[in-house]
């Protein structure tokens, strides 16, 4: 049986954001968490292209972004188990002093020159286990740090933020790459700008951490989630999750496309940069900045209308979705940065309008005691499904010409939303809250 969502859920709005901004603990938590998010930005953008600077080889990229992802997608359900155990907190500690020293040694290994593949396929290796258990620690959070009244409002600001650092993180890295990337290491011929952002985002976890340890939990962790063991504990929430018909739809979907998608973002987008005359690294930070630019748009879009809906949240998801599809599939024939940057704003403008009400959707939907495990999920679907994807698609680029590889993704999209809509249960998801 579900209810809807009460009015004070969403009622005032600028009132509950002005109260987010007066509470020292959301603002400490907000900073070190943008800052984190700028220097993700800036390894999305290097990591690519360190290895096309090593091997032009697209296999080889697919490998490195399947042994950062397979560790993720292995350990990420567990991951999930561990914060619901121990606390986010002290798990998103850990792993922030974690990627400190991975990507530290990182940076250190290019600007030398030491690199070698085998140290890449190791550092990729460790940061892919530590984001195992970074994700859930940090999705499984905020409802601990802020009241449940203030969690929408409180989701809007740290993803609308989360996205304007993506817009701004890929203009700086690649501009960062372009004007010190004349150094030479070895055979990266971008080894200091590649360094130099590396030790940024190292930088950026280790004064994350510090914000992260002034940052008050006001919900302490549930005991019983401490009386079985991490493995039934998984096994506990799958079940739980699985028996919500609704959930279970959706996570079905969402796999389906994710599967679909991540692969050619990660692995095709750099390919494109780096084979199409006149663009580079530059351009590859334009074009993913102007995807970040739109989502923000489209999460400002959907804060102010809120009520913009075709009939149901599931019914407009879908819709979203074939848009997206169709958006797809001509990014391969673009000739000039603005192309791209034209369509991945679209894309992000469709996708951003539906992130924050899916997000508060599922932290509403799950009980606090499987929150941490609910979000290791969602988040293994877009996460950890990522490497097969890329893996898939590092081997397809071999047979398959770069636009006809963008073309087939987005029609696959939009087959899997035409199937979605007249075979499951989708259209009938709705934002009423179980009961």
């Keep these: ?15 509950q954001r002005g109260a987010l901004f007066r509470d020292r603990n959301f603002i ?8 984190s998010m700028l220097g993700d930005q800036f390894t999305l953008i290097a990591l690519p292209w360190l290895v096309l600077q090593m091997s032009s080889d697209t296999r080889v990229l697919g490998t490195v972004l399947l042994i950062v992802g397979l560790p993720r997608a292995l350990f990420i ?10 606390s986010p907190k002290r798990v998103m500690m850990l792993t922030k002093y974690v990627n400190t020293v991975l990507l530290g040694a990182l940076a250190l290994l290019v600007l030398t020159g030491a690199l070698t593949l085998p140290w890449l396929y190791a ?3 460790g940061i892919g286990l530590a984001t195992a258990f970074s994700i859930p620690s940090g999705t499984a959070m905020l409802p601990q740090v802020v009241a449940r009244e203030q969690l929408q409002a409180a989701n809007g600001v740290m993803l609308g933020l989360r ?15 372009a004007l010190f990337g004349s150094g030479r290491a070895d055979a990266v011929t971008d080894a200091r ?39 039934a504990s998984v096994g506990e929430g799958l079940r739980a999750f699985w028996a919500d018909a609704q959930l279970r739809t959706c996570l079905l979907y969402w796999a389906a496309v994710a599967l679909l998608i991540s692969g050619p973002v990660h692995i095709a987008l750099p390919v494109l940069a780096k084979q199409v005359p006149g663009l580079g690294a530059a351009a590859l930070g334009t074009m993913l900045a102007a995807h970040g630019a739109g989502t923000l748009m489209g999460m400002g879009v959907a804060g102010a209308k809120p009520q913009w809906r075709l009939r149901s949240l599931g019914l407009t998801l879908l819709a979203v979705d074939a ?38 959707w599922i932290q509403r939907r799950v009980p606090p005691i499987m929150l941490g495990r609910a979000m290791s999920l969602f988040m293994f679907i877009f996460m950890g499904l990522a490497p097969l994807s890329s893996a898939a698609t590092g ?18 999209l939009v087959v899997i939303v035409v199937v979605a809509l007249l075979a499951t249960q989708m259209p009938q998801v709705s934002e009423a809250v179980a009961a």
């Design 1 to 15: 049986m579900t209810h809807p969502q009460t009015p004070s859920s969403s009622a005032a709005p600028g009132l």
């Design 28 to 35: 400490w938590m907000l900073g070190g968490g943008i800052l």
């Design 77 to 86: 359900l567990i991951g999930g188990a561990f914060v619901d155990r121990y």
């Design 123 to 125: 550092l990729s290796l």
């Design 163 to 177: 996205q304007l650092a993506m817009f701004v993180g890929p203009l700086l890295a690649g501009l960062l790459i």
């Design 193 to 231: 700008g590649l360094g130099l952002a590396f030790g940024f985002d190292a930088f950026s976890f280790a004064l994350s951490a510090w914000t992260l340890s002034r940052v008050r939990v006001l919900t302490p962790p549930a005991a019983s989630a401490t009386k079985v063991s991490v493995l």
């Design 323 to 360: 848009l997206v599809g169709l958006l797809f599939m001509p990014m391969g024939t673009i000739t000039a940065t603005w192309q791209g940057a034209a369509l991945l704003l679209l894309i992000g403008l469709l996708g951003g309008f539906m992130q924050v009400a899916v997000f508060t």
């Design 395 to 412: 081997w397809l680029l071999h047979s398959l010409a770069l636009s006809t590889l963008f073309l087939a993704s987005g029609a696959l």
